[in-house]
């Protein structure tokens, strides 16, 4: 039947429809394909104002099959950096200190954020300034991990001091593979909570630090600018109301540590809240952070975008954060090696094994390192030099560690380090898992440093004042028994290891723990000075913590 001339004007309408709703669309795709293309320009255009720096011994992403990630987040306590932010630094250096007083730049911070893609998850563990470490080339000299950046040192010490030596030293003496290198100023940390309208904490009691220039004079939820925040985060002289009275809280860097953890918590809120929310707020964050942020020269625009994608429904409040174990020496620290390194009291906090190798054993968690675990005990060549003075403490440490069936190839004398001074487990290059394997029969205050094995060793144990080495297990025989000893036992003082003609009693714990168990002095140590930030919250009741709900 011949189409009606409506029929005709309603196909008509059809077609002018169907061309209008794929104008619409083809304009909707064109639309988005520009304003994609604007956010890929702005992504770029941020990336650029980061400020990359060379960072050496970084550990390739391409070793690592799951995809896993070391981040280490450095604060750079520099002076005379901020110098270019005039006014901050006229209104902040009364109590940051201006560039004449304090020369250089430590890492006032150090934290570890491992990234395991796989499973979606995120951790943290910060490293405590004032750790104890030898310094890779430093030919046995020993530093606090925070002057491992400090240029200032170079000219004493000689040592390339920087970024790369920082990594260098997490990675070679705690075995912890870095992958990239991310650093903050004062500077910055004060401008984000500042864009962010500040940051809100509650405190159960009044609060001053003379040093950072804290104080809180108010009880209850109380709402803190960039300075007050920053004052707050580096407040290691914290004193603290009690029922009138001014008491001090003496945990230094380490109740700093675990303040700081409260404060990030409750800053990721506060970005969650205000700042992703808001693309004006959101804007303004990477304006004040961006342009002084400090990366390593590899880590590239494309590493950040998958990292955001991979990790976008992480919930940065809920991200474990802990602390390296360590113990706190109240004592005044001499460096017999080097007279002139004296550290006043406090100054020096101690690795201490096994509860560090435990904590930092999820950080190389996917990351395709090769477990200590796999290496068998007598596939290890181990020398052990005294290196206390202390009579018969290289044979006999020497006879428990071939009990447990390493292949000693012999003892030696060392020129006496600190009093006190850590066991250092010294591995030629290529060979730490085989010093992972050696730290790992070992309690008390130890670490390891690549370099300074005995000739034909790849692991030489240098013994400190406070250690002890593992028993055999129950029933188990020595790979390489020899002047008459068949089996090992732990230590029962500090800085011995006994041997003995007879079998040690059966044990309900094993390896370091089981060491750390059975000598008195050990234990002693882990329950008296042993800080690992796992406290209750009653303990240390004055510190800050989060704003009630509602």
């Known amino acids: ?13 059809r077609k002018r429809r ?12 064109a639309l988005c394909l520009v304003l994609a293309g604007g956010a890929l320009g702005y992504v770029a255009y941020r990336y650029h104002q980061i ?20 981040i280490l987040l450095v604060g750079d306590n520099t002076r005379c950096g901020l110098k270019k932010y005039s006014q901050f630094y006229k209104s902040a250096k009364s109590h940051v200190g201006s560039c004449s007083q304090v020369g250089g730049g430590r890492s006032d911070v150090v934290m570890i954020l491992h990234l395991d893609p796989a499973t979606h998850s995120a951790a943290l563990v910060s490293l405590p300034r004032d750790l104890w470490l030898p310094m890779p080339g430093g030919k046995g000299l020993e530093l606090r991990v925070d002057d491992a950046l400090n240029s200032a040192e170079t000219p004493y010490l000689h040592l390339p001091f920087g970024p790369s030596l920082l990594v260098q030293t997490i990675e070679q003496d705690l075995g912890i593979p870095i992958n990239h290198y991310v650093e903050l100023n004062f500077y910055t940390f004060e401008q984000v909570v500042n864009t962010l309208g500040g940051v809100s904490l509650y405190f159960p009691t009044e609060l001053k630090d003379a040093y950072s220039g804290l104080r809180i004079t108010k009880v209850g939820c109380q709402h803190l600018n960039g300075a007050q925040a920053l004052a707050l985060v580096r407040a290691r002289h914290l004193y603290y109301m009690d029922k009138g009275v001014w008491r001090y809280d003496g945990t230094g860097d380490l109740g700093r540590i675990k303040r700081s953890h409260i404060f990030l918590r409750v800053l990721a809120a506060e970005v969650q809240h205000r700042g992703i929310s808001n693309p004006l707020t959101a804007n303004a964050i990477l304006g004040s952070v961006l342009p002084d942020l400090t990366v390593d020269q590899g880590f590239t625009l494309s590493d950040m975008v998958h990292m955001a994608l991979d990790f976008h429904s992480v919930n940065p409040t809920t991200v474990p954060a802990s602390t390296l174990p360590v113990v706190i020496w109240s004592k005044a620290y001499h460096d017999l090696a080097n007279p ?8 020096v906090v101690f690795p201490f094994q096994p509860a560090d190798q435990k904590t930092l054993a999820a950080l190389t968690s996917g990351l395709g390192t090769t477990p200590w675990q796999q290496v068998a005990p ?15 403490q290289a044979t006999n440490t020497a006879a428990a560690l071939r ?6 190839a012999g003892t030696g004398q060392s020129t006496p380090g600190g009093n006190p001074s850590e066991t250092v487990v010294r591995y030629a290059p290529g060979y730490i898992a085989q010093a992972e394997k050696v730290l790992s029969e070992i309690a008390g205050e130890a670490v390891m440093a690549e370099g300074g094995t005995m000739p034909g060793t790849q692991v030489t144990v240098l013994t400190g004042s406070d250690f002890a080495v593992a028993s055999p297990a129950p029933g188990s025989t020595s790979g390489s028994a020899s002047s008459g000893s068949t089996s090992g036992s732990a230590s029962s003082g500090p800085g011995t290891a006994s041997s003995t003609s007879s079998p040690p009693a059966p044990s309900s714990t094993s390896g370091a723990a089981g060491a750390l168990a059975g000598s008195s002095t050990l234990s002693k140590i882990a329950s008296s000075d042993l800080w690992n930030s796992t406290h209750s919250s009653s303990q240390f009741w004055w510190d800050p913590r989060a704003c009630p709900a509602g």
């Open 51 to 70: 400020h990359k720096v060379t960072v050496g011994h970084l550990a390739s992403a391409s070793t690592s099959p799951a995809g896993a990630e070391n």
């Open 378 to 392: 007598g596939s290890v060549s181990v020398g052990v030099l005294n290196g206390t003075g202390t009579p018969g």
């Open 340 to 347: 002139s390194n004296y550290q006043s009291p406090g100054f």
């Open 1 to 13: 039947m011949p189409a009606t001339r409506r029929d005709l004007h309603r196909g008509m309408r």
């Open 403 to 408: 009990a447990l069936g390493f292949d000693v």
């Open 18 to 29: 169907s061309r209008r709703v794929l104008v619409v669309l083809v304009s909707f795709v």
